[in-house]
């Protein structure tokens, strides 16, 4: 049974926990709530921690000679330098690192992650068409640039969540990797994980082997550091069918002479399947486990790709919206 290291997550608790939203509401989110026993949460409203009260006039993202500022949406008082004060606060507690991603909520002009609408002033005016990340999350972003950022509404796609949730236990495991200062873990970390990230970009696992193979004894901490960088980097690159057709295709390469023919054909049957968007991802991917388990072949056994994060987290309703 894989060990899972816990992400750190930072959460809009107005989301499942706080009733602290301008109207005084919560707002109840299912996935939030059964990620909670999985992850460390690191609860901020960030109205609320610059001391507007609840209820309060909901704040509006302004564009004011091409900048951006937060307001009071009825009286036009401008908040921006108390965010700005508590931004700053925020990214001294914590270090980059520290945090693999932020749950945020849409549309909030404080925390919306790409959805929040931007007004010319205060008042009765219509919103000026553009929609960006709201004013606490774009300034976050700017000064820990590798946090993982979804919105709850993003996140009830079922491809988005998938690929939020890949990302987070894969960066919780290799900050406790990083921290432990030690280079055999590093390569047991890349050995176990090579599947998962060839799905996201083959180049990008190239890149990350040649790091850990030029290791130098006692510069184990500049090559975790060129190692995390590049891990971001590659996954940048969202998984496709193509990429995971092919990352299949490798380890089929581990079993195929073992099966029957006709279980040879059935499978490859199915991965046409999958590539035409017929099947599902994870049907292919349970065919070789079964002959894994099955065969016994060790190397695959403790590959990630199998099981990327715990079990049950992405068996939530679908809403079908979000892109990915």
């Known amino acids: 049974m894989r060990e899972f290291r816990k992400p750190n997550l930072i959460l809009s608790k107005c989301l499942e926990y706080c009733k602290c939203r301008y109207n005084g509401d919560l707002i109840p989110d299912k996935f939030v709530r059964a990620l909670e026993k999985h992850v460390n949460y690191i609860k ?41 004060k508590y931004i ?25 992650s790409n959805d929040s609408k931007v007004y010319s002033k205060a008042g009765k005016v219509p919103a000026l068409g553009e929609k960006r990340a709201g004013y606490f999350t774009d300034n976050l972003a700017q000064k820990f640039s590798s946090l993982v950022i979804e919105n709850e509404g993003r996140l009830k796609n079922f491809k988005l969540r998938e690929n939020f949730l890949i990302k987070i236990f ?12 030690n280079i055999k873990d590093l390569i047991d970390f890349h050995s176990n994980n090579k599947y998962l990230i060839m799905s996201y970009n083959q180049d990008g696992l190239n890149k990350l082997g040649r790091i850990v193979a030029a290791h130098v004894r006692g510069k184990t901490e500049e090559t975790m550091h060129k190692y995390r960088e590049q891990m971001l980097k590659t996954l940048n690159v969202l998984p496709d069918s193509g990429k995971r057709v092919n990352m299949l295709q490798h380890i089929f390469g581990y079993v195929s002479s073992d099966i029957s023919r006709d279980e040879r054909e059935y499978f490859l049957e199915t991965l046409q399947d999958f590539r035409n968007e017929k099947v599902p991802f994870s049907l292919p991917l349970a065919l070789l486990r079964s002959w894994v388990i099955r065969f016994k072949v060790d190397y695959l056994m403790t590959q990630t790709i199998f099981n990327p994060y715990p079990e049950g987290l992405i068996d939530l309703s679908d809403s079908g919206n979000g892109r990915f």
């Open 44 to 84: 901020i409203c960030p109205e609320v921690e610059i001391g507007l009260g609840v209820p309060r006039n909901s704040v509006r993202l302004i564009k004011k000679n091409d900048q951006y500022r937060l307001v009071d949406s009825m009286t036009g008082e401008d908040h921006t330098e108390k965010m700005d």
């Open 170 to 181: 894969l960066l919780a495991d290799l900050r406790h990797v990083i921290e432990g200062e």
């Open 88 to 112: 700053e606060s925020f990214t001294s507690e914590w270090k980059e690192e520290e945090i693999e991603g932020f749950i945020a909520k849409n549309r909030s002009p404080s925390c919306g």
